[in-house]
């Protein structure tokens, strides 16, 4: 029988063999997966543990928290600050960063996290999921404030996601390709499932939200069309259509077997770029798909690209297979080209 890899097993090569990561980021990936043991052991439990339901409080976007929100924020708080990794984190939940008390040793990376991706979905049993970002503590940086998490999503070190679904399975890149593991309840360690991911360039499947259709942009609205119109328009084929709802569920989908994922601006609200965050939800899905081969955007650039002016600034987002995101940039050029 082969022997199971389990993730710190993995890492341990990534740093032995590969020499692409630290022990301090081995021991980040890790502690950030044992905290999704315990987010998934609560969401499992449901009603039955009595996680269900809105908290009564709100986040810094002025959206409802639910229970698991606020659990699912802590856990992950209270399994890093301590363990000498971190230098500060920064979550969706919380206003502004969280730097690591003077009574721990202060690590050399910074945590940023969506701690329940697909919230408004725990109440009727939907895959949601918790997304994570890594970058690297600017040297000399002396206290740590705002402005050293507003970096590039090209200078991450590490992305992931934990999918919280008929299996529990961790998403992960440290910039060497794309690794699934799945968690082993009986062993209680996340395993080795899947290596080198790679999201097929081409694809016959788009997943978005259709009721918002008269409020998209042009190339948007053309590039929907298109699909929609099938063999007979201009695509040639027939496309499918999937929508979850959560972004967690809806990339983890189109990671396994291809696809394209859009979020875009929205005229409703023209003056904000998109909903998704930037740092929390648009730069480690993005990280992940281009490890996996496919391509991520916002429409007029490459959205690990984009220099970061805030810290729940948000974006409009296109990513999944290559050839389907290179149109809809070559349609929003095009756009631009005949207003300009």
């Known amino acids: 029988m082969t022997q199971s890899v389990n993730l710190t097993r993995y890492l341990v090569e990534q740093e032995r063999e590969h020499g692409i990561i630290t022990p301090q980021l081995r021991l980040l990936v890790e502690v950030v997966a044992r905290a999704c043991k315990r987010i998934s052991i609560a969401v499992n439990k ?38 000498g990794h971190l230098a500060a984190m920064a979550s969706e939940e919380m206003d502004t960063v969280f730097p690591v008390s003077e009574n721990y040793p202060r690590g050399e990376y910074l945590l940023l996290f969506d701690p329940l991706d697909g919230s408004s979905n725990i109440d009727v049993d939907v895959t949601i999921g918790t997304i994570f970002s890594v970058l690297q503590l600017p040297a000399n940086a002396g206290e740590v404030r705002e402005e050293h998490f507003l970096q590039a999503g090209a200078k991450q070190v590490a992305a992931g996601y934990c999918v919280y679904g008929p299996q529990t399975q961790l998403v992960l890149t440290v910039g060497r390709g794309v690794a699934v593991f799945t968690l082993d309840r009986e062993q209680g360690s996340f395993v080795l499932t899947q290596s080198d991911l790679q999201i097929p360039a081409r694809t016959s499947e788009f997943s978005v939200n259709m009721s918002n259709l008269r409020h998209w942009a042009p190339p948007v609205k053309r590039y929907i069309d298109e699909c929609l119109q099938g063999k007979e328009g201009p695509r040639g084929r027939d496309f499918n259509m999937r929508w979850v709802g959560s972004m967690v569920a809806d990339v983890h989908r189109i990671l396994m077997r291809g696809g394209v994922f859009l979020y875009p601006w929205d005229k409703r609200e023209p003056n904000k770029p998109g909903k998704l965050r930037l740092l929390y939800e648009a730069n480690p899905m993005s990280f992940l798909v281009e490890q996996a081969g496919g391509a991520a955007t916002n429409g007029q650039q490459r959205i690990l690209d984009i220099a970061p002016t805030s810290l729940h600034e948000r974006c409009s987002v296109m990513l999944g297979s290559r050839e389907e995101v290179e149109l809809l940039q070559r349609y929003h050029a095009e756009a631009a080209s005949q207003t300009a």
């Open 46 to 83: 449901g009603a039955l543990g009595d996680v269900l339901g809105s908290a009564g409080t709100g986040n810094v976007q002025g959206e409802v928290q639910k229970k698991l929100d606020v659990i699912a924020n802590d856990v992950l708080i209270h399994a890093n600050e301590w363990g």
